[in-house]
């Protein structure tokens, strides 16, 4: 529910008030809530594939365990915590919003801007390495690992824990089917929100948000720490299963 | 008000229809009204090209052979008639065309929580339209409207990437309009409109609306996961692949299940509208008919397994979902009962509305009942598959949701566009409807329990005779939805000018002006009556006759 | 019932006996609850139609009656429910004695075959009163196997084995559907199960022209060279297979498994999914050397392979641990 309604009059005149609500705590309130169940949208949205992950990793594990080895932790992990700094200064950018500190606000989002690209470009290095190591799902996938008496020779993998049962190349597949499909929507959601956040920084230069609107900054900031939780589980899942000291 | 002032009023007023002209102030609208209107079109517009799939399909099912056109034709066409009636006139009809014009004004509002969403919505629905049309015109699909793997991933050459981005696009759509209706309903209510004096209108789309934000992303998500397999031969539910075609199922029915909930809860909405007004009485039991709304949304999520009970499945899988079916049958027998409750003692007349709610009823508790058999494994296993299931989903779809949605666009016809349609056409066409659906699916019980399967092109002679009282039911379906098509058309120029409140019935729309204004109230409405006040309203109008003329 | 206006479907199974309980259990609940509903919503809509001075009598509602209808319904379906359940129960438990066919479903056709060796496109021949388990799996996409005489059908997977067992009632010939789409001629996909006496099954069984399925199997499975591992002594590299059908299998990575048709199919297409405890993982793959047809052969045929004598050791996994170190030879747990 609302506060009680100012006059039609006064507010008519906040040129961020939208004719439709009677007060700015009602839109402020409905752009929330309206967030929050897009993004339970979102969590169902990537339910989905999480579920055929789970389901999958079960039914193939060692298969699972092997191929998610090969993956680049260390710039898995750098990822990570790329993405744990952006949400950070995403904090920072609401807080300034809120309380009026306009450099505060642009320096945020602009860090905000450079760590999400960074995200993206680590991510586009993998997908390279990915694509170079003939793991990428399709006609040309061949899963071979390192030997390890022989470096830079290639050999059939095996499971993590036991060198003689060797990976199922259709299982590895699967498992990077997931892992392409998985990050790859993730990206596309950070692109999204790299493209929220170039808007928001365009309206924050042209000095649109104060302490007394600040909605679309708080409401992109809970897109952003949504699309960084996501990746949150997704690091774990695909990057540190059957990982042994 | 009295009569005479009623029926012609001396000036033109302003309302939502004439304030502004021109094609983009229809395009570009964020009026909740005039995007239900556009939504109104283009379901219709659907409506009659799944209807012509429809037809085509029973017209071949007349003979035995297959001799009217050939076995991929016909397969496109149940295909077709299937993916555009659910995705493209079921799933979002009484939400969008009804739920947009109304809630806003039910609640006291001056629009939806977000409009340019809402038009956006529609947008998206007609992208997904249009993608649909194109996929038809270039050669359809052929998988069935509910694609199963292997065969829509690995087996067939029809467009199911370009039927899939249409489903895609009019899913979205379908979220957002959720989305909308969700913070509409918790942050715009009027002062005094606390949620026990909400209408049981908008106590079904909220319950729907839940279904449709948690439920259509996992469609969404598995409609991609097939593109990405036929797009780059992946293997997820591919078994030559290393992957699982009952995945695919479990994922399919997750959302598909609960879709048949976002179909009917809206059509319960009118149904409680339309039987409260013409019983003159409160609906029985309104805490009970609001809850189980909410119940039939959650319990709904739970079910979807009892689509595969022949499919694979274990046998303990199998007990529990074919349980908690009968969990969720339970609500909506709930409903049933209090609908006719309202009715006792009331004061009941047979305008077109009521006599499609009674249709509704009818054929609902037939439709409602025959779920019953399929969720019992025993029955299950025999007539799955076959055309007993396609008996049972029309009689609630069509035989519910249709038959609701009707009897709402008639009796929200006048606050719409400020006519009246014609009673004694309207009454007609809906004892045509009836009977010609009763004509049309009926036999279809029986032709499922003697074990004629779906999707058959040509069939043993012995299944001639119930196929042919079929299909010339549905001819007369046809003719039945026909008639309002055209003389509702014809009232919006040539019908009687309608009185603000032509029914005397309760709830805030009827409280404006007939066509509303663009912003719907002069003031903001403070509540403080309850729903349903019929006993305060006919306390005042005791003496009159209801001024709708004939 | 009537030639060409069927009402109902012939029984000829036990399963369509108690089918048509069920459905007719139904049926009368179903009538009596329409009828009721009916006959009171038309009294309703006659005795209080509108009439001029005469308001409607205002009624919130009533616990007592929401409690009432929310609860009886409730029993109602519980019996239902358990009434079906009992039913798909014993569907779902095929009998040990039952005989088997192998059924292999493509587009759009069906291929059976008997144990004793006839092969049959889009017929099935049964005998009368004898249990019958059809072991089915697709070549292509998802098929059903449908005879809506004996009420009964079960999807026909790729990939893997479904199974559907009955017990034919009545000598006829009954239809035989396909119930999953699957493509062009899905509806063509149709053909007779053919129910006879005994003394004529034994006739038309002798008339067969290939050999018992399971010596084909044992042919294939020397052609193929599974012998050379799988020997019936302890000495092969691979387990012995006698009696391992229907056995508890233990594996290497701790789990026990029952050996049924999906098993021995899993073992031959994907020899590293289970491997069994004390053996090493270097069977090779025989996918795509071996066709569905084939593959009910081998099954047959073990199938057929009796438990091993007793106090004749037959797999390593059974030999008391002393034993079993000194055979594997520092093989890693």
């Known amino acids: 529910m609302h506060d009680s309604a100012t006059t039609a009059h006064h507010a008519a005149h906040d040129p961020a008030l939208l004719h439709h609500f009677a007060d700015e705590s009602q839109q402020r309130n409905a752009a929330s809530l309206g967030m929050w169940v897009f993004l ?48 950070l200064t995403v904090v920072f950018a609401v807080w300034a919003a809120k309380h009026g500190k306009r450099s505060m606000l642009l320096i945020n989002l602009v860090l905000t801007l450079i760590l999400g690209c960074a995200f993206l470009g680590i991510k586009a290095v993998e997908y390279r390495d990915k694509f170079v190591e003939h793991h990428v799902p399709g006609a040309t996938f061949d899963f071979k690992c390192e030997s390890p008496g022989h470096p830079g020779q290639l050999v059939p993998c095996h499971i993590p824990g036991n060198k003689d049962i060797l990976v199922n190349q259709r299982h590895a597949e699967m498992f990077f089917s997931l ?11 950070m692109i999204i929100g790299i493209g929220l956040f170039l808007w928001l920084l365009i309206m924050a230069w042209k000095g649109r948000y104060t302490p007394h609107y600040n909605t679309p900054v708080e409401i992109g900031g809970l897109y952003w720490h949504f699309v960084d939780l996501v990746w949150i589980y997704l690091f774990p899942l695909l990057y540190l299963i059957d990982r042994h000291p | 008000m009295s009569t005479a002032t009623a029926i012609t009023p001396p000036v033109e007023r302003e309302d939502y229809l004439n304030k502004e002209h021109g094609v983009f102030s229809w395009l570009l609208t964020v009026d909740h009204k005039r995007i239900a209107l556009l939504y109104l079109a283009s379901v219709t517009f659907f409506f009659f090209i799944g209807g012509v799939f429809a037809l085509l399909v029973r017209l071949e099912l007349l003979t035995p052979a297959g001799d009217l056109m050939q076995a991929d034709t016909y397969n496109k066409a149940f295909t077709m008639h299937g993916m555009v009636m659910v995705f493209f006139f079921l799933i979002p009809v009484v939400p969008a065309v009804l739920g947009n014009f109304l809630i806003p004004i039910m609640i006291g509002a001056k629009d939806l929580a977000f409009p340019r969403i809402n038009l956006l919505s529609w947008y998206l629905y007609i992208a997904g339209g249009c993608v649909m049309i194109h996929c038809m015109l270039t050669g359809g699909v052929d998988t069935g409207w509910t694609f199963y793997t292997p065969f829509s991933t690995a087996f067939t050459n029809t467009k199911i990437i370009e039927a899939g981005i249409a489903v895609f696009l009019a899913g979205f759509s379908s979220i957002l309009t959720g989305l909308n209706f969700i913070v509409t309903t918790h942050r715009m209510r009027a002062p005094g409109m606390t949620w026990s004096r909400l209408p049981l209108f908008v106590w079904a789309h909220y319950a729907t609306s839940i279904i449709q934000i948690l439920g259509t992303p996992v469609i969404a998500i598995t409609i991609l996961l097939v593109v990405a397999e036929r797009l780059f031969h992946l293997g997820v539910f591919d078994p030559k692949l290393g992957g699982d075609p009952l995945l695919f199922q479990h994922l399919f029915w997750f959302y598909s299940h609960p879709a048949v909930y976002i179909m009917i809860l809206p059509a319960m909405g009118v149904v409680s509208e339309l039987i409260a007004c013409f019983s003159r009485k409160r609906i029985f039991g309104y805490s009970f008919v609001a809850m189980s709304s909410i119940g039939i949304a959650v319990i709904g999520f739970i079910v979807w397994a009892h689509h595969m009970f022949v499919a694979g499945i274990s046998l303990y899988a199998a007990l529990i979902f074919s349980a908690l079916s009968y969990l969720v049958a339970v609500p909506s027998a709930i409903k049933t009962f209090n609908w006719t409750a309202t009715m006792y003692k009331g004061s009941i007349r047979y305008d077109a509305p009521m006599l499609y709610a009674f249709g509704f009823l009818g054929l609902f508790i037939v439709g ?31 035989g519910g949701t249709l038959m609701a949605y009707l009897g709402g666009i008639h009796f929200w016809w006048p606050k719409m566009t400020g006519r009246l349609y014609p009673e004694g056409w309207a009454r007609l066409a809906a004892l045509i409807v009836f009977v010609g659906f009763n004509l049309t699916f009926f036999p279809q019980f029986i032709l499922g329990y003697v074990g004629m399967p779906r999707r058959y092109y040509q069939y043993p002679p012995e299944f001639q005779v119930l196929n042919i009282l079929s299909t010339a039911g549905a001819t007369i379906l046809g003719i039945g939805y026909l008639l309002p098509m055209i003389y509702l058309t014809w009232s919006m120029r040539y019908g009687k000018i309608a009185p ?49 003329a004939r | 019932m009537f030639d060409n206006f069927p009402l109902w479907p012939e029984q000829a199974s036990t399963a369509a006996a108690n089918v048509d309980a069920l459905y007719i259990f139904f049926l009368v609940v179903s009538v009596s609850v329409t009828a009721l509903l009916y006959v009171i919503l038309i009294f309703f809509a006659a005795r209080y139609r509108r009439r001029p001075g005469i308001k409607a009598t205002p009624n919130e509602g009533s616990l007592v009656l929401e409690l009432a209808w929310s609860i009886a319904p409730m029993f109602v379906f519980v019996a239902m429910f358990l009434f079906g359940a009992v039913v798909f129960f014993q569907e779902r438990t095929p009998p040990k004695d039952a005989t088997e066919v192998y059924v292999v479903a493509k587009q759009w056709m069906w291929k059976l075959e008997h144990m004793e060796g006839q092969r049959e496109i889009n017929e099935l021949h049964v005998p009368v009163g004898q249990n019958v388990k059809l072991i089915m799996t697709s070549q292509d996409v998802i098929h059903s196997f449908y005879i809506p005489a004996f009420r009964l059908k079960t999807d026909v997977l790729p990939g893997r084995y479904t199974i559907m067992w009955f017990r034919a009632t009545k000598p006829g010939i009954y239809h035989l559907f396909c119930a999953e789409y699957c493509g062009t001629q899905h509806s063509g996909m149709i053909g007779s199960v053919v129910v006879m006496e005994p003394s004529q099954y034994q006739a038309w069984t002798n008339g067969a022209s290939t050999g018992p399925l399971s010596v084909a199997g044992e042919k294939l499975f020397s052609e193929l060279g599974c012998g050379t591992c799988h020997r019936s002594d302890a000495q092969g590299r691979g387990p012995s297979l006698q009696g391992v059908y229907g056995s508890q299998v233990a594996l290497e990575d701790g789990r026990t498994v029952l050996a049924d048709e999906n098993y021995v199919r899993e073992s031959i297409l994907d020899p590293g999914a289970k491997i069994v405890r004390g053996y090493k993982p270097v069977m090779p793959t025989f996918q795509g050397l071996v066709t569905d047809e084939q593959m009910s052969a081998l099954l047959a045929y073990v199938k057929s392979l009796a438990p091993a004598k007793p106090g004749v050791a037959v797999n390593k996994a059974s030999l008391t641990p002393p034993d079993r170190a000194a055979g594997k030879g520092g093989q890693e747990q």
């Open chain 2, 500 to 548: 603000d409140n032509p029914w005397q019935a309760a709830g805030l729309e009827w409280k404006i002006q007939s066509p509303p204004t663009t912003f719907n109230f002069v003031q903001e409405p403070v509540v403080t009556w309850e729903a349903y006040n019929y006993d305060e309203i006919d306390d005042v109008h005791t003496h009159e006759e209801a001024p709708v």
């Open chain 2, 368 to 398: 409602g009942l025959t779920g019953l058999f399929l969720a019992a494994l025993g029955i299950d296993v025999h007539v799955t598959d076959t055309y007993f299931v396609v008996a049972h989903f029309h009689y609630i779809m069509v």
């Open chain 1, 40 to 87: 339970a949208q979102e969590v169902m949205f990537f339910g989905g594939l999480f579920c055929a992950y789970l389901i999958y990793r079960l039914k193939y594990f060692g298969d699972f365990g092997a191929a998610s080895q090969s993956l680049n932790i260390t710039l898995g992990a750098t990822n990570t915590i790329v993405l744990i700094c952006s949400s």
């Open chain 1, 179 to 189: 892992y392409f499909i998985m990050t790859g929507l993730h990206a596309l959601h």
